[in-house]
């Protein structure tokens, strides 16, 4: 396969097309390696579970069709995605608890360098929780001790589950999906699809849908709103993204991973005096901070430091030459990164006590030594600046404008002005026909989709018909890299009903809401636009749809999982591991919506997908009795 198709962002072709010459391998080249992908793995119906097998079912017919035990092609598939679903929602959610345990630091008083950034956001989460307290410290560590009650409560109500509208907390209730408590439904997964247990596809599939509902409502939603406690809820800031933010006469530090509570603390060090000091005396002229996937989303949605580059960049990122430090803590951080990092000057630095890579050094981060260890890591960098090879040093060029940091509370401030801070002006444009409705495009970027490219012709498609997209995690970078983030863009693509809107409040027609965890804010959103009324009595009659068009890990599988079990079509790429059995396909793309009101589809052209969310929305729109559309859709290309 030729460079030029494997992505579509020129900065990542140019990059990559460097890397190739000299030889490195890359994810795409050991990507091609692993091509024919073994087919019974593709199709979910190999089972490596018990110590009997592994065993693998004839997908012709023909040979075996049950494992040792008796276990069915249905049965396995369904374990088989089940587990993925259940890592997932433990990557989500062992992220909240870090965040949580960050914020019982706080309540100890020691000086660990982090404070509650937003105390409006924090005195409105103990009112909602009924936490009350004396001091702020006080009351911080008794919503540390009620949140974390949420990953082993065994009775009460669980979470933030009584956010979701009362339609959906129904349905739930009735066909027994109301989550107990995060770790349990973890764990219950893992017990039932343990050898011998549970055989039946649909119930296997309905615990796994439990247990991201736990993720999405509990340990995501829990994250998003305790590092906006920690850190500051985001407002809307300009930055820019792609590889040629990094900078040739400046310390390249870049943060990879997914916690925030690393990247803050490496910001304050970044800013300390003498640290600037140390960087001058070394010959550069400060300290460039950036990021790679959800770590970078944070850092650039709070403080408005630039984004390097999405998943399948990380490698790229360092072959620049110009990192002086990577430092990752916890998810989507490819091991190949020692290998690829021990042929440049760049130091890779692990700091979770969760994620050690052999290759590279470890300075271990702990709420409890944050900014010290962050002081370290920085000085780190500062001194390897000196060991740049400035002949191997090469940036491209590229990099965008973008906006970002909207929120569920935010937007529709944007939206309504100053004075009518509601969802009313959202509910209002989609009733009268102005915007047709709001899809969510989230998600990774995976070798096995040109980079990037499902991403961009699937927003570009929503958004000419009218659509406002709402954005997260790689796929939020993937389309900020394109300009599809920048206000202008409402007059470059939008149709005309969502130009006039974006035009009038000044905001871009693609929105980036955050990161892989912030996901919870677009179910939030979807929540108030119910709440505000005329659009839909439940979340599964808005006209809405989601979609993650390059997905690429467990977590995917657990957030399109939450979002098709709180009433969304959602729409999914590469397909889930199902295909080789009919049962669970037909549960996840027919069968569910019944119990749930939303369902899954598996689709990999763009311009399909587009057409099957839009089909959807107006298919809602129609129930709903809501006006034709204002404006004709806008041509593309
Ligand atoms: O949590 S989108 S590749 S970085 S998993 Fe990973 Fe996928 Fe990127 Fe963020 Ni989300
Ligand atoms: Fe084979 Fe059954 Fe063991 Fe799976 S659980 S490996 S199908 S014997």
């Known amino acids: 396969m030729k460079t030029k198709d494997k992505s579509i962002d020129p900065v990542t072709v140019e990059a990559l097309e460097k890397a190739d010459a ?43 069709q049950v494992g040792i035990c008796g276990a069915d092609a249905d049965t396995i598939a369904a374990r088989n995605l089940a587990r993925a679903v259940a890592a997932g929602a433990a990557a989500h959610s062992d992220h909240a608890r870090g965040v949580v345990e960050t914020l019982e630091e706080i309540a100890k008083g020691n000086d660990s360098g982090y ?30 001790e009620r949140l974390m009650l949420e990953f082993g ?57 439990r247990c991201a509902i736990g993720d999405g409502w509990g340990g995501s939603m829990m994250a998003t709103e305790v590092q906006d406690i920690l850190f500051g809820s985001p407002e809307a800031i300009r930055s820019k993204v792609n590889l040629g933010v990094l900078k040739e006469d400046m310390v390249n530090v870049v943060v990879h991973g997914h916690e925030p509570i690393l990247s803050e603390m ?17 010959g550069a002229k400060g300290i460039n901070l950036t990021g790679i996937c959800c770590t970078a989303n944070e850092l650039l949605m709070r403080q408005g430091y630039p984004i390097a580059g999405n998943f399948l960049q990380q490698e790229l990122a360092i072959s620049t030459g110009a990192v002086d430090l990577m430092a990752v803590d916890i998810q989507c951080i490819q091991p190949a990164l020692s290998e690829f990092a021990s042929h440049y000057h760049t130091r890779l630095i692990t700091t979770s006590e969760k994620a050690k890579i052999p290759g590279a050094e470890h300075i271990e981060i702990t709420p409890e030594n944050a900014l010290v260890k962050a002081r370290e890591v920085i000085t780190t960098a500062v ?14 060029e590229g990099v965008t404008d973008l906006v970002a940091g909207f929120t569920a509370e935010n937007t529709f401030q944007y939206l309504g002005g100053r004075f ?59 389309c900020a890299k394109a300009g599809f983030m920048r206000p202008e863009a409402a007059e470059e693509y939008a149709g005309d009903g969502l130009r006039e809107v974006c035009e009038a409040v000044g905001i871009p027609p693609v929105l980036h809401f955050g990161s892989c965890v912030d996901n919870s804010r677009i179910l939030m959103a979807c929540a108030n636009m119910v709440r505000e009324g005329g659009i839909g009595a439940d979340i599964s009659e808005l006209p809405v749809a989601g979609c993650a068009p390059e997905a690429m890990s467990e977590k995917a599988a657990s957030i399109a999982f939450y979002v098709a079990a709180s009433g969304i079509y959602t729409v999914f790429h590469p397909p889930m591991r199902v295909m080789g059995s009919k049962k669970v396909l037909d549960y996840l793309t027919n069968g569910m919506e019944r119990k749930y009101g939303g369902k899954l589809a598996f689709e990999g052209d763009p311009y399909k997908i587009a057409e099957m969310m839009v089909n959807h929305i107006d298919s809602k729109r129609k129930a709903m009795g809501l006006q034709p559309m204002m ?7």
Request: charged share 25%; with cysteine; hydrophobic share 40%.
């Open 22 to 64: 000299q030889g490195r391998s890359t994810i795409w080249s050991r990507y091609q390696k692993m091509i024919p992908v073994c087919g019974f793995g593709e199709l979910g119906i190999c089972c490596t579970i018990c110590l009997m097998g592994p065993c693998r079912i004839d997908p012709f017919g023909e040979g075996a």
């Open 115 to 144: 404070r509650i950034a937003d105390v409006d956001r924090f005195e409105a989460l103990c009112a909602e929780l009924r936490v009350e307290g004396d001091s702020v410290q006080d009351k911080a560590g008794m919503l540390a």
């Open 153 to 209: 409560r065994y009775k009460g109500d669980f979470g933030f589950i009584h956010r979701a509208p009362e339609g959906q907390r129904e349905r739930w209730a009735l066909g027994g999906a109301v989550p107990r408590a995060i770790d349990r439904e973890i764990a219950e997964v893992m017990h039932r699809t343990h050898m011998g247990v549970d055989a039946d596809p649909v119930s296997i599939i309905d615990q796994a849908f």
């Open 266 to 282: 490496l910001v304050m060090a970044s800013r300390e005096p003498e640290i600037l000091r140390r960087a001058e005396e070394a």
């Open 383 to 396: 001194e390897n600046f000196r060991n740049r090879v400035p002949e191997m040093v090469d940036i491209p």
């Open 420 to 478: 009518r801070a509601s969802y009313r002006p959202l509910n209002d444009a989609i009733a009268s026909g102005r915007i047709r409705g709001v899809a969510g495009v989230v998600g990774c970027c995976t070798p096995k989709v040109k980079h990037d490219y499902n991403h961009l012709t699937l927003v570009r498609e929503l958004i000419a018909r009218d659509v406002l997209v709402v954005q997260t995690g790689c796929s939020a970078i993937a």
């Open 631 to 637: 404006y004709e859709a806008r041509r593309v290309g």
